[in-house]
Antibody
Framework: EVQLVESGGGLVQPGGSLRLSCAAS????????MHWVRQVPGQGLVWLSR????????NYADSVKGRFTISRDNAKNTLYLQMNSLGAEDTALYYC?????????WGQGTLVTVSS | QSALTQPASVSGSPGQSITISCTGT?????????VSWYQQHPGEAPKLMIY???NRPSGVSNRFSGSKSGNTASLTISGLQAEDEADYYC??????????FGGGTKVTAL
């Protein structure tokens, strides 16, 4: 069974940092592009970043470029999102997802709250 | 990277057909056949309903269909059922090697 389990969310002060993890199981993790998407509760989905199967290609939305870094450890079947210089606008539920088209699958998300 | 444009809400009577539009530009929807549609029920993760404009994943009802004309993609739900009440999001690959979502459409079965 395919599983994506996000962790690492929580309360962080403005200007702080947080690293999210997404543990993958039930499929050959190293074969897929992976993505991070966030959603403010009650609002829409926002694509943040993607990384290719071996980690050599990364892309970011303008809203997080220079602040967030996506990475992966295929030996550990884990995807990461390092988030720096966090502001209130980054408060959201963060999802990891496998692919955006065919073979798409989503985790249940981890909540990040940026507040003093 | 502007969000794709979707109507905020669409409603229909059970059994009717409804269509949700998703308008972008030639740099995203119009330029690529990588348009997907997701269904999201409250408190749940999104679920893929259509990928690559017209393709349905295994297990998705054939009441859901997708199409595209120019810079606008569309999702049609035929024979609307109460269980189809949810938020629907389109997404497209872009010329910037990124993806962009629409603002979402709330579907209501009256």
């Amino acid at each position: 069974e395919v599983q994506l389990v996000e962790s690492g969310g929580g309360l962080v002060q403005p200007g702080g940092s947080l690293r999210l993890s997404c543990a993958a199981s039930g499929f050959t993790f190293k074969s897929y592009w992976m993505h991070w998407v966030r959603q403010v509760p009650g609002q829409g989905l926002v694509w943040l970043s993607r990384i290719n199967s071996d980690g050599s290609i990364t892309n970011y939305a303008d809203s997080v470029k220079g602040r967030f870094t996506i990475s992966r450890d295929n030996a550990k079947n884990t995807l990461y999102l390092q988030m720096n210089s966090l502001g209130a606008e980054d408060t959201a539920l963060y999802y990891c997802a496998r692919e955006m088209g065919t073979n798409n699958y989503w985790g249940q998300g981890t909540l990040v709250t940026v507040s003093s | 990277q502007s969000a794709l444009t979707q109507p905020a809400s669409v409603s229909g009577s059970p059994g009717q057909s409804i269509t949700i539009s998703c308008t972008g530009t030639s740099s995203d929807v119009g330029g690529y056949n990588h348009v997907s549609w997701y269904q999201q029920h409250p408190g749940e993760a999104p679920k893929l309903m259509i990928y690559d404009v017209t393709n349905r994943p295994s297990g998705v009802s054939n009441r859901f269909s997708g199409s595209k004309s120019g810079n606008t993609a569309s999702l049609t739900i035929s024979g609307l059922q109460a269980e189809d009440e949810a938020d629907y999001y389109c997404t497209s690959y872009t010329s910037s090697d990124t993806w962009v979502f629409g603002g979402g459409t709330k579907v209501t079965a009256l």
